[in-house]
């Protein structure tokens, strides 16, 4: 049974970098089948997806975050990592990570971490 | 473009069935077969429930089936239960920006 786990800080000061990173186990991250995506939850909101990230290094992004999100994996600690840049009280969100089927079209998110609550703040 | 467009929210009685409907673009739900829905409940992650329109992950009840019209995708609930009081999600393929949007989500209430 795949399962993802994130880690990183829980708070972050406005305009620095929030970088989280997935641990993916019960599974390899190079599965030829399996984008690894983002995807957060602001407080009274729903759900935004951030970007997904293949195993060699091809990423999508959201257009509205597109200018401030980079992806990375690695492959040989079987993670993958985010980090936002240049955040403001907006990013406050519950951050969660995900398996995304590599198809085509057929984007469907079927393993989900437990999600990370980042706050930004001063 | 923005989001997909869901009710904000649904509410039903024990037993009953409810009906929660998503529509989008030409870029993602008018011309793609590929909508998911999400049942997500305060505080855990959120959980897959269909995909493809219509098909349900193994596991998932058979009380939770998917469909989709010309221009529009619904997810329908039958025999209404108080573990389906949750927010639900549908989420689409958008060929524009090669991304994954959601929409705004729907809280069921279960009366």
């Known amino acids: 049974q795949l399962q993802l786990q994130e880690s990183g800080p829980e708070l972050v000061k406005p305009s620095e970098t929030l970088s989280l990173t997935c641990t993916v186990s019960?599974?390899?991250?190079?599965?030829?089948?399996?984008?690894w995506g983002w995807i957060r939850q602001t407080p009274g909101k729903g759900l935004e997806w951030i970007g997904s990230i293949y195993y060699n290094g091809d990423a999508d992004y959201a257009p509205p975050l597109k200018s401030r999100v980079t992806l990375f994996v690695d492959t040989s600690k079987n993670q993958f990592s985010l980090n936002l840049s240049s955040v403001t009280t907006a990013d406050t969100a519950v951050y969660f990570c995900a398996r995304q089927r590599a198809d085509a079209f057929e984007k469907r998110l079927d393993y989900w971490g437990q999600g990370t609550l980042v706050t930004v703040s001063s | 473009q923005s989001a997909l467009t869901q009710p904000a929210s649904v509410s039903g009685s024990p037993g009953q069935s409810i009906t929660i409907s998503c529509s989008g673009f030409s870029s993602d739900i008018d011309n793609y077969n590929y909508v998911s829905w999400y049942q997500h409940h305060p505080g855990k992650a959120p959980k897959l429930v269909i995909y493809a329109v219509t098909i349900r992950p193994s596991g998932v009840s058979d009380r939770f089936s998917g469909s989709k019209s010309v221009n529009a995708a619904s997810l329908t609930i039958s025999g209404l239960q108080a573990e389906d009081e949750a927010v639900y999600y549908c989420?689409?393929?958008?060929?524009?920006?090669?991304?994954?949007?959601f929409g705004g989500g729907t809280k069921l209430t279960v009366l």
């Open positions: 989420s689409s393929y958008r060929s524009r920006s090669s991304t994954v949007v």
């Open positions: 019960g599974g390899s991250i190079r599965s030829l089948i399996s984008n």
